[in-house]
């Protein structure tokens, strides 16, 4: 389970088989809200609860 604070900036995470990179918490701070962005630069916000219940880590490997 992924708390919200924990979020890194720049990191990849999955979100129902979709990854999407992590970039800033929401101005509107009342809704709790997170900014992700897709491969396609999509923004797409997520609130705290789905966070905690629906994003997964992915580990990223470097290529050498």
């Known amino acids: ?3 919200p ?3 890194v900036k720049g990191k990849l995470y999955e979100f129902r088989g979709a990854q999407l990179r992590y970039q800033h918490p ?3 701070a009342v809704q709790a809200r997170y900014v992700f962005t897709n491969s396609k630069g999509q923004r797409r916000e997520l609130g705290a ?3 905690r219940q629906k994003l997964h880590s992915i580990e990223e490997f470097a290529e050498n």
């Open 1 to 3: 389970m992924i708390e």
């Open 49 to 51: 609860q789905i966070i």
């Open 26 to 28: 929401s101005s509107c």
């Open 5 to 7: 604070k924990t979020l």
